[in-house]
């Protein structure tokens, strides 16, 4: 048990495990309160802020599961993935209900993450997702990682980047002092084969050969530069894992992993997508690998001593995909209904931040990035305002998040939370308007007797949308 752990021994964590669908319900029905923690330990907290300490700059590592939904996590309800090294996460922080992603799909939200602002803000962000080398994140444009190396942090990104392709994309050219992963969507565990057939494992902008499991590779990585003397220098680790995306391989299965390279050297572009197979179990066994893999880089951390000065934030890039636990969410990737946005969300910060609590406040990726500035002693670039809220003021000294608006916009579907509503049209093309602390499942539609309400938010939303660049034809 680590120093700072062991105070925290004797503190409930409310981990969901075992709970019935139904339970779930029920539970989130009743009240936004109770939203996700339905069957919790009663002793998990409501989170309270403990003002008053102080720290140094801190290290921060920012792990981001792959198409990992909302209740697919133990700590989050789901009654058959166990996740114990994310729950004792959870347990040394706080545990985000009602967090949700930038976007609904991986590039869209990576944009909003990186730069703390609406993906509709930059070209790039417009595809849902990036699949070619035409657009990308722009080398010119401010991120979290270059805001942060100019006021003195070592950077790094291991994992997927999906923000654009060489030669004129990369982690290296937006600010990240090293970068070790793939740049695509997708690539088959072993071969590091990508959606076109190319390989897609490199070392800054060189091709690196390792045909190992990739979660296992990324992972020790990881585990060495959490571990690593930096000079004195604070450091951002993005570590973007890409399990669970498809293909549904997990590490040891070498036979399907065979197969899937035999289809995409015929020339099966669809080979990646996996739509022949996959399972509850083998999606199960995936993020339960995640979980082990995610242990590793935090054991690494703690012996190397600096895990009392280094934020730790997790979450997923959208909301789950086929085999996720999305109960009692509608929805799934790439939908803006709440099964598509709503992720886990936990941040850990022993030097600042109790642990065994739970936070109902309503957050979203670019939250994140303008927390993590602030937190860090960084100023935004004035030229590209963010989007995002910072969370500093409520996490550290208690003041009360102002209500505002969270914006979400894809092809073909549009959504905006306001407090327990949300406006929300998809692709029927019908407005809808939802409360979300009595209907957290988006079934009972209020739009007809709360006509002035949906009126404001859908002109809220027109708003924002008005301000974004719109989609190419």
């Known amino acids: 048990m680590s120093s700072y752990e062991s105070n925290l021994s004797r503190r409930a964590f409310g981990g969901a495990v075992g709970v019935t669908a139904a339970t779930a319900a029920v539970g989130l029905g009743a009240a936004p309160a109770a939203a996700a923690a339905q069957d919790a330990d009663p002793r998990e907290q409501e989170f309270r802020a403990a003002r008053g300490r102080q720290s140094r700059r801190p290290n921060i590592l920012f792990i981001l599961g792959d198409d990992l939904g909302w209740a697919d996590l133990s700590s989050y309800g789901s009654p058959h993935i166990k996740t114990p090294n994310l729950d004792r996460l959870a347990r040394q922080g706080v545990r985000f209900t009602d967090a949700y992603s930038g976007s609904a799909t991986c590039s869209p939200t990576r944009f909003s993450l990186y730069t703390g602002r609406y993906p509709g803000r930059a070209k790039g962000g417009l595809a849902e997702p990036i699949a070619d080398k035409s657009v990308g994140l722009e080398p010119t444009h401010p991120t979290l990682a270059s805001l942060l190396k100019e006021s003195g942090y070592a950077t790094a990104l291991i994992g997927k980047w999906h923000a654009g392709y060489l030669p004129d994309y990369s982690p290296t050219k937006s600010g990240w002092d090293e970068f ?4 695509g969507g997708a690539l088959e565990y072993y071969s590091k084969l990508g959606l076109g057939g190319e390989y897609d494992l490199y070392e800054g902008d060189a091709e690196y050969k390792d045909l190992r499991y990739y979660t296992r590779i ?11 003397d930096h000079g004195g220098k604070p450091w951002l680790l993005n570590l973007n894992f890409t399990t669970p995306h498809w293909p549904w391989i997990a590490d040891g299965d070498t036979e399907q992993s065979a197969e899937i390279v035999r289809r995409i050297k015929a020339g099966d572009g669809r080979a990646l997508w996996h739509q022949d197979g996959g399972s509850v179990e083998k ?19 703690d012996r190397s001593g600096q895990a009392r000065d280094t934020i730790v934030v997790f979450s997923s890039d959208n909301g789950g995909e086929r085999f996720s636990y999305n109960w009692p969410l509608s929805g799934n990737k790439a939908s803006l209904q709440e099964g598509g946005i709503r ?10 931040l109790d642990g065994g609590q739970v936070s109902h406040v309503p957050v979203f990726s670019p939250d994140w990035t303008a927390t993590l500035l602030e937190l860090a002693g960084t100023r935004p670039n004035r030229a590209y305002p963010l989007d995002g809220v910072s969370l500093a003021g409520y996490l550290l000294r208690g003041e009360k998040v102002a209500e505002r608006n969270l914006f979400w916009r894809v092809r073909g579907e549009r959504a905006l939370r306001r407090g327990d509503w949300k406006y929300y049209r998809g692709k029927s093309g019908r407005d809808q308007l939802f409360n979300l602390a009595g209907d957290v499942r988006e079934q009972a539609d209020k739009a007809a007797v709360e006509p002035a309400r949906l009126a404001e938010l859908k002109a809220a939303w027109e708003k924002t949308d008005a301000g974004l660049l719109p989609y190419p034809s």
């Open 180 to 183: 070790f992963g793939n740049f």
């Open 218 to 228: 990324i992972t020790e990585r990881a585990s060495e530069y959490v571990s690593r």
């Open 343 to 352: 992720v886990p969300n936990i941040v850990r910060w022993p030097a600042r």
């Open 283 to 301: 999606y199960k066994e995936m993020v339960e690998d995640l979980d082990r893999s995610i242990g590793e880089v935090l054991r690494a951390l």
